[in-house]
Structures are given as C-alpha cells and as structure tokens.
C-alpha cells in the first residue's frame, strides 16, 4: 500500500544533524522483525522496518521507506519520495514529505597499522596501550582490555565469548581499522568511566556483531555494511554504507548524560609557622631551602663552607652543619646538592616543633636532575649555590623520581657524623661515585615527599557565599559549616564567578588568601571547583 504523504516541513524535524540518529546509512537501512530500536533512524535513499518491529525514535529517508506488517513507528516518519506499508502498520504521527530530506555523507577515517599478530589466548588477558598494531585476534573466552587514546589495527575479531573493555577515565577510546571488524557471538563490549560516547570503532571495510551479544560504542563504516546479527543489544550508534539489524536485536540510541552538578569545596586550616632544626652536611657541597611544592614561596636557609676543608674536619662533609628556621604550612624542604667529581651524597636529620622527626632515606625523599651546569664546574670548590630564582624555574613542573641509593652511617668511606642522627641514611639519586671518578654535569636537588609541617583541619567554621560581597552571611546565602575535617561544600552551583567566604573567628588573622573571602570561576564541565583557607593565631 502506498501512504499519501502530507505537505508540509512544519511536521519533520528542523534542522536535524547526524548525530540525531542512533542508525544512518548511505544507501540502506534493513531493521528485520521483532527489531526495538529506542532511538531515530535516518537513510540517504531507502530504509526498510520489519514486522513487529518498533522504532521509537524519527524515521527519515532521502528517497523511500518500506514498512512491513505491524511494525510501529512512534515518532515523525518522513521520505523524500514515497512510503509503502503492508496491513497492521501502526504510525503515532501521519507521515510527511519535506523540503527535504538531507544527505550525511561519511568520512573515511585515516589508517595507519602495522605488519603482524596481536593474539590473546583463550581465557587469558590482554593489556594494549594506545598505537599500531596489526591483526588482533582474541580467541573464545579471552579478554582485551584498552585505554584512552587511538589504535589503528589491520583487522580486529573478538572470537564467541569474548570481551573487550576499554578505560575511558582519561578520555574517548578510538580503534581504527583498515580491515574487518568482527565480534563474535556472546561478545560484550563495555565502556567504564564514560558511555557509548566514549568508544568509537571507524572501519574501512565491515563490521559484524555476532548473536546474545552486547555492544557499547560507536561504530562508522563508511563503505562497508553494519551487520547486528539477533537478540544482541548495541547501545550507541551506527552508521555505514548500509545496516543490517537481524530479528530480536534491541538498538539504543546513546543520550548525552546531562551536565554533571557543580559544585564548590574545600577546607578550613590552620596555617601555623612550623620550626624545623635541621643537622645536615653534604658530600661535598650543598644550599638548604624550604618552599613550596610548584617552587613558590621559596627560601635559602644556608650551604656548608666554601673550599675542600671546613667545620673543623679534613673535608668539608665530616661535621654537619645545623639550621634552625620556620617554615610555612605546605613548605618542602629542598637540598641542592652536587659534587666535585670524587664520592657523592647528602645525609641529615630534622625535627619539626620538637617532636617529629625525619631522616634521610629512600622512603621519604625524591629528586630531579637540574638542567643547570654543575656549580663546581664553573667555580670549583669556591663555587656558589644556585641563585634562588633558578632553583624556583627548576622546581616548577619537574618531574619527580625516587631515589635509588642508600647505605648506613658507618659506611666507608664517610664512617659516623657525630651531629647526626644515627638513623640516617647516607642517600644519592643514583650511584655514590668513586674515587677520582668525573663530576656529574648538573646539580641535583631533593625534596621531601610530604610538607614539613602539615595542615591541621579546623572543624566548626562558616563558610558562606557572599552573593551581595558585603562580608555577612545574609539568610537567603548559602551556608556550611566544617566537618572534623574541616571540610565544606556547596552542591548545585550555577556557573559563573562566586566569592567564598568565612565568618572570622576570634584570635585568628587569614593567611592565605589575605582577606576572609576569595572568588572562584565555576565552569560547565569542570563539576568540582576547590576553595581552601589558610588562618593561624598570630
């Protein structure tokens, strides 16, 4: 039976874009019997919906639409040429001609494999990163597991009983393949830390998804066919030159999650000044700072002596120097340290407020090879310590190793330093050198892994956003108050620039920021916004 269409755009969809659709073909669109598909279906020239089929979604032909005995189309279902039915066609809307039907032409991804077998035993499982491989073949039962990032492949099949996971918490997974892609039956495809969104397979050739199957993902096929074989379920989208959805298959067109709730949070802490007496010395030159963990806020403390001879000893190393200072809340401490061509290392103890107390060792401390010359190497033993403004350009955005050398005190040839504790460790990033052996050409520095005075929660404080900046907590602004660990946070954020603040509390003065309040930009896509403040008893 041929449907008369009614004239008139107003009843299609306006301006609709490819990514309406959960099914797109070039040429055709085949949804056989007893096929659900929760989502919209669009072709550039015919499209097929078999018996007892339901489309949920708009159906959308450039040319013509054919629809078999009791299918049921719940949304618009437009064609640029005709629509024919057989008896017991249900449609929930009277089908229309528009202006026009338009046309989503597919791109032909770049592919870039190599030569060779990527196989994964039966049972067994797999791990690739991110690159080229050649042909992968997962046998029955194997597992394959993937990350964010591309892969290009020769062809891709997962044999029956399968399954492939990918890792999206970093960002989409896309595998390109030159070849064809083919899943076999049982398979299941899963996406975690994302959604069908986040997983998109792009094939020169054609894509088969095998029976009981389950897929999550996006699939482009640009000159090759779709084939969803029965009673599997894909959630995402599909589109090729053609598409095949075999009987019982269930097709879910993939929502874009709403935008994640935003949210402001952070802590209340007490910023007190801590004091660190430190016993250290160096083989054989060093500078002692303190700062903080991007290389603001940085301090000189001191260096041992000048020269191969100092403190009383025959070489500079044999008795350590001692430094009292205060630090602030977050500081590290940081020791440049570099050599004269002969041993190496750096030993010490620290005692922060009297009671705690670290030591040089490979647990705590980790390091970085600083661009910068060796100082001996410009000035000798006489050399002086890096300049302050360099060692902050070194520290920020370095990345940091553990250090991987360690011997007790009494080892030869530095024996016991009488002022440190017996504890300590004598540490170097790599290797302690020899006698008469080069120097190293840049200087190192250590860090300690964790602040030397830590952050000390402050329960019970108000916090509030001061929408009117008056610097009170008006009724109608909202309001929190620290947990134990002097925690807050406001949910439901509307984006744009709000002022945090806290009602001061007697007998405390703001560290950082200066004042009691500080503004933040709240960004959609970024669902949680961080606000911390510092204050100390004066």
Same mark, same amino acid.
């Given at each position: 039976m041929h449907l008369p269409l009614l004239l008139g755009a107003a009843l299609a969809q306006a301006n609709p874009a490819l990514s309406d659709y959960c099914i797109h073909a070039r040429d055709?669109?085949?949804?056989?019997?007893?096929?659900?598909?929760?989502?919209?279906?669009?072709?550039?020239?015919?499209?097929?919906?078999g018996s007892v089929s339901v489309v949920e979604g708009a159906v959308a032909s450039g040319e013509t639409i054919f629809l078999r005995s009791r299918a049921h189309l719940k949304s618009g279902v437009s064609a640029g040429v005709r629509i024919d039915r057989q008896d017991g066609v249900v449609l929930d809307r009277a089908p229309v001609v528009p202006d026009a039907v338009p046309a989503f032409p597919l791109q032909a991804p770049t592919v870039d494999p190599v030569s060779g077998w990527e196989t994964v035993p039966g049972g067994r499982t797999m791990y690739l990163e991110p690159g080229a491989y050649g042909n992968l073949v997962a046998y029955p039962g194997a597992s394959l597991n993937?990350?964010?990032?591309?892969?290009?492949?020769?062809?891709?099949?997962?044999?029956?009983?399968?399954?492939?996971?990918?890792?999206?918490?970093? #960002? *989409?997974?896309?595998?390109?393949?030159?070849? &064809?892609?083919?899943? +076999?039956?049982?398979?299941?495809?899963? =996406? @975690?830390?994302?959604?069908?969104?986040?997983?998109?397979?792009?094939?020169?050739?054609?894509?088969?998804?095998?029976?009981?199957?389950?897929?999550?993902?996006?699939?482009?096929?640009p000159r090759g066919e779709i084939h969803v074989y029965s009673r599997t379920r894909v959630t995402g989208a599909l589109r090729a030159a053609n598409v095949v959805i075999e009987p019982q298959a269930v097709v879910v067109g993939q929502v874009p999650p709403p935008p994640s709730p935003l949210s402001i949070?952070?802590?209340?802490?007490?910023?007190?000044?801590?004091?660190v007496v430190a016993h250290f010395t160096a083989d054989n030159h060093y500078g002692l700072f303190h700062g903080?963990?991007?290389?603001?806020?940085?301090?000189?403390?001191?260096?041992?002596?000048? #020269? *191969?001879?100092?403190?009383?000893?025959?070489? &500079?190393?044999?008795? +350590?120097?001692?430094?009292?200072?205060? =630090? @602030?809340?977050?500081?590290?401490?940081?020791?440049?340290?570099?050599?004269?061509?002969?041993?190496?290392?750096?030993?010490?103890?620290f005692t922060f407020n009297g009671t705690r107390r670290t030591v040089s060792n490979l647990q705590d401390w980790e390091y970085i090879t600083a661009s910068g010359p060796n100082p001996?190497?410009?000035?000798?033993?006489?050399?002086?310590?890096?300049?302050?403004?360099?060692?902050?350009?070194?520290?920020?955005?370095?990345?940091?190793s553990d250090l991987r050398s360690e011997v007790p005190m009494g080892t030869t040839p530095w024996g016991?330093?009488?002022?440190?504790?017996?504890?300590?460790?004598?540490?170097?990033?790599?290797?302690?050198?020899?006698?008469?052996?080069?120097?190293?050409?840049?200087?190192?520095?250590?860090?300690?892994?964790?602040?030397?005075?830590?952050r000390v929660p402050l329960p019970s404080?108000? =916090?509030?956003?001061?929408?009117?900046?008056?610097?009170?907590?008006?009724?109608?602004?909202?309001?929190?108050?620290?947990?134990?660990?002097?925690?807050?946070?406001?949910?439901?954020?509307v984006p744009g620039t709000h002022r945090v603040?806290?009602?001061?509390?007697?007998g405390w003065d703001p560290v950082l920021p200066a004042q009691s309040w500080q503004e933040t930009t709240v960004q959609e896509g970024v669902p949680a916004t961080h606000v911390d403040f510092l204050v100390r008893h004066p």
């Amino acid at each position: 039976m041929h449907l008369p269409l009614l004239l008139g755009a107003a009843l299609a969809q306006a301006n609709p874009a490819l990514s309406d659709y959960c099914i797109h073909a070039r040429d055709q669109v085949d949804i056989r019997d007893q096929v659900l598909v929760q989502g919209a279906v669009h072709s550039d020239h015919s499209l097929v919906v078999g018996s007892v089929s339901v489309v949920e979604g708009a159906v959308a032909s450039g040319e013509t639409i054919f629809l078999r005995s009791r299918a049921h189309l719940k949304s618009g279902v437009s064609a640029g040429v005709r629509i024919d039915r057989q008896d017991g066609v249900v449609l929930d809307r009277a089908p229309v001609v528009p202006d026009a039907v338009p046309a989503f032409p597919l791109q032909a991804p770049t592919v870039d494999p190599v030569s060779g077998w990527e196989t994964v035993p039966g049972g067994r499982t797999m791990y690739l990163e991110p690159g080229a491989y050649g042909n992968l073949v997962a046998y029955p039962g194997a597992s394959l597991n993937l990350s964010s990032g591309e892969y290009h492949f020769r062809s891709f099949s997962i044999q029956p009983g399968g399954q492939l996971s990918v890792d999206a918490t970093r #960002g *989409p997974v896309r595998i390109l393949v030159s070849g &064809n892609v083919d899943l +076999g039956d049982r398979t299941r495809v899963e =996406v @975690e830390g994302g959604n069908a969104t986040s997983l998109a397979f792009e094939t020169l050739e054609s894509f088969r998804i095998g029976t009981d199957a389950q897929f999550q993902g996006t699939v482009v096929s640009p000159r090759g066919e779709i084939h969803v074989y029965s009673r599997t379920r894909v959630t995402g989208a599909l589109r090729a030159a053609n598409v095949v959805i075999e009987p019982q298959a269930v097709v879910v067109g993939q929502v874009p999650p709403p935008p994640s709730p935003l949210s402001i949070s952070g802590s209340m802490l007490d910023g007190y000044v801590g004091h660190v007496v430190a016993h250290f010395t160096a083989d054989n030159h060093y500078g002692l700072f303190h700062g903080r963990s991007d290389g603001t806020g940085m301090v000189f403390e001191g260096r041992n002596e000048k #020269g *191969p001879y100092g403190s009383g000893g025959e070489q &500079n190393w044999q008795i +350590g120097e001692t430094f009292e200072f205060q =630090v @602030e809340p977050d500081d590290h401490l940081y020791m440049v340290v570099w050599d004269d061509g002969q041993y190496r290392m750096w030993i010490g103890d620290f005692t922060f407020n009297g009671t705690r107390r670290t030591v040089s060792n490979l647990q705590d401390w980790e390091y970085i090879t600083a661009s910068g010359p060796n100082p001996f190497d410009l000035g000798g033993a006489w050399a002086d310590v890096p300049a302050l403004e360099e060692v902050s350009r070194e520290i920020a955005g370095a990345q940091w190793s553990d250090l991987r050398s360690e011997v007790p005190m009494g080892t030869t040839p530095w024996g016991y330093i009488p002022e440190i504790d017996p504890a300590a460790k004598f540490v170097w990033a790599q290797g302690f050198g020899s006698l008469g052996g080069p120097a190293e050409p840049h200087y190192k520095i250590f860090r300690s892994k964790t602040p030397a005075i830590p952050r000390v929660p402050l329960p019970s404080w108000t =916090v509030f956003l001061d929408r009117d900046a008056d610097g009170q907590r008006d009724p109608d602004e909202p309001v929190a108050v620290t947990n134990a660990n002097g925690e807050y946070r406001f949910d439901d954020i509307v984006p744009g620039t709000h002022r945090v603040a806290y009602l001061p509390q007697s007998g405390w003065d703001p560290v950082l920021p200066a004042q009691s309040w500080q503004e933040t930009t709240v960004q959609e896509g970024v669902p949680a916004t961080h606000v911390d403040f510092l204050v100390r008893h004066p």
